[in-house]
């Protein structure tokens, strides 16, 4: 089962709920594959640490204008969606940064003059982490290169290269990027179900709301986590009650477990609150995951 961890906007604890999680569920004897997939500043390193394993660069397709054997057609500008490619009629100019690499260009050109060259955007990092008691868990992130604008494809390829270290009967959570944008829609449309981390605010109902819309636009079944929860403050409830949201788990607002994650501590086996709003979350996941295999 892939789960992917996400949100309407940053800071609502995604992160928070992605490593405890999975180092909770480890503990328990339970096969747990971390993905950061928040490759513009991906943290979970910062909770977890680990022993890194391996490393890989990777490259985006990009253009490169060949000149001595260029027509000058100007039909490469004409079919880039994305106008990263201006015809001046004497020469063609490349913009990397607006590139998605779809290939329109160097496929329709007459005369085979943008040949795609690799472009390094990143890398793709592995380390073994060792929990207290000594297990072992595995943790991935993707990391894009300082000055690079395009996360998606990166993302893409973190979790293609995750996909490869999956096991039999283990379980995959993708800490997704916040938003919902592309990069988030990367994340969410290749898990099996979303988790949507919301904190009990108005901001935070209306971001949830957004992050909503987008995963029913892409069909994808979710359920909501909500963060710092308060007593008598049910904005979050009530929303997910009218549009009939299941709730997988709530984690107390506690000011001794943000006084432990500010200085960079794991919850799950600190605060017994955490741990039990974590098994409540595993419950539901394990739920869905034999729903699914019934079907």
Request: aromatic share 6%; glycine share 10%; net charge negative.
């Amino acid at each position: 089962m892939r789960v992917a961890i996400a949100s309407g906007k940053g800071g609502t604890g995604k992160t928070t709920v992605s490593v405890n999680l999975a180092a909770w569920w480890r503990a328990a004897g339970r096969e747990v594959l971390l993905s950061d997939l928040d490759v513009e500043e991906p943290n979970s390193g910062l909770f977890l640490g680990g022993e890194q394993m391996a490393a890989q660069v990777v490259y985006r397709k990009i253009p490169r204008w060949d000149p001595h054997t260029c027509e000058r057609s100007g039909n490469c500008a004409a079919v880039c969606m994305y106008n990263a490619i201006a015809f001046t009629g004497k020469e063609v100019i490349v913009f990397p940064e607006l590139c998605h690499g779809c290939y329109a260009c160097s496929d329709l050109c007459p005369s085979h003059s943008l040949p795609m060259v690799d472009d390094r955007i990143g890398e793709i990092r592995t380390y073994a982490v060792t929990l207290a008691g000594g297990r072992r868990l595995t943790r991935v992130e993707g990391r894009l290169d300082i000055g690079r604008e395009m996360a998606t494809p990166l993302i893409a390829e973190t979790i293609r290269y995750t996909a490869t270290l999956e096991r039999e009967g283990g379980i995959t959570l993708l800490d997704a990027p916040p938003g919902t944008s592309c990069p988030m829609m990367e994340a969410a449309k290749r898990a099996d179900l979303v988790l949507l981390v919301a904190e009990p605010t108005r901001f935070g109902l209306h971001d949830l709301t957004l992050a909503v819309e987008t995963l029913r636009v892409l069909e994808k079944p979710f359920a909501v986590i909500v963060n710092k929860d308060r007593q008598g403050v049910t904005l979050i409830d009530d929303y997910c009650r009218k549009e009939g949201i299941a709730i997988a788990g709530k984690i107390p607002h506690l000011t001794g477990a943000a006084r432990l994650y500010a200085g960079g501590s794991l919850l799950w086996d600190k605060v017994p609150e955490v741990a039990e709003a974590l098994a409540q979350i595993a419950a539901y996941l394990d739920e869905k995951e034999k729903e699914g295999e019934g079907r």
